[in-house]
């Protein structure tokens, strides 16, 4: 069974800055795109950013230029570094592993606070 591990969630004040870690197992990483989603309180589940096996990139409009999503094949892990960070951007953040349209992957989920 394919595993996703989030990491580097935490509390930051705005302005402040998060990198977190999408470790992947027992998959061929290289093959599937890789996408962050966030989900705040009361909120619908929302894309955040994607990058494809070619390495294409998309954003959400409210975080582009501050986030950007990055993989490492050799590492099995994908990225989502977060800058500027506002108190909206409070979410659990997920990461998710598509190899389409077979395959759909999504970890557990990590907290981001950010403080005004």
């Known amino acids: 069974q394919a595993q996703l591990v989030e990491s580097g969630g935490g509390l930051v004040q705005a302005g402040g800055s998060l990198r977190l870690s999408c470790a992947a197992s027992r998959i061929v990483f290289s093959l599937y795109d890789i996408t962050w989603y966030r989900q705040a309180p009361g909120k619908q589940r929302e894309l955040v950013a994607s990058?494809?096996?070619?390495?294409?990139?998309n954003y959400a409009d409210s975080v582009q230029g501050r986030f950007t999503i990055s993989r490492d094949n050799a590492k099995n892990t994908g990225y989502l570094e977060m800058n500027s960070l506002k108190p909206e951007d409070t979410a659990v953040y997920y990461c998710?592993?598509?190899?389409?349209?077979?395959?759909?992957?999504w970890g557990q989920g990590t907290q981001v606070t950010v403080s005004s």
């Open positions: 998710s592993a598509d190899f389409k349209p077979l395959f759909h992957y």
């Open positions: 990058i494809t096996v070619g390495g294409s990139t």
